[in-house]
């Protein structure tokens, strides 16, 4: 018997069509999405702002999109990330009824490596 609640794992590909409660877009940061190898490409942008589309209408009532400043780079230096044009692009965007279509938005700083994995795990085997 499976717990009414659960997290799913999805590519955007394979979540186009489905809907969750809560969707978690990760990486929202340019060079990772949109993908750096996709701005190269003649309409690569175009793609992966369609695939923005997709991944945010996902959700049914929250929507977080994640995004980092600072990442470990090579040889123990870091890199400065900037956030993806795309959320940049959402501010003062408005929807139908004349909204704002970011009901909220919050930025959290979190430099806590983590809490440590659980010692007994259990997984659901399932799609």
Not at 30 to 54: C, Q, S, W
Request: proline content about 5%; glycine content about 6%.
């Amino acid at each position: 018997e499976e717990p009414d609640e659960k997290v799913s794992l999805s590519s955007i590909h394979q979540a186009k069509g489905l809907e969750w409660s809560r969707v978690f877009v990760l990486c929202m940061n340019d060079g990772l999405f949109p993908m750096a190898t996709a701005l190269r490409e003649p309409g690569g942008e175009e793609e992966e702002r369609r695939l923005f589309y997709v991944a945010t209408t996902r959700a049914k009532d929250e929507l977080y999109l994640t995004y980092t400043e600072i990442r470990e780079g090579r040889r123990m230096r870091q890199d400065l990330l900037a956030v993806s044009r795309f959320i940049r692009e959402l501010q003062g965007v408005k929807n139908s009824q004349n909204q704002p279509l970011l009901d909220r938005v919050e930025v959290v700083f979190n430099t806590d490596p983590g809490l440590e994995a659980p010692k007994e795990t259990k997984a659901l085997e399932g799609d």
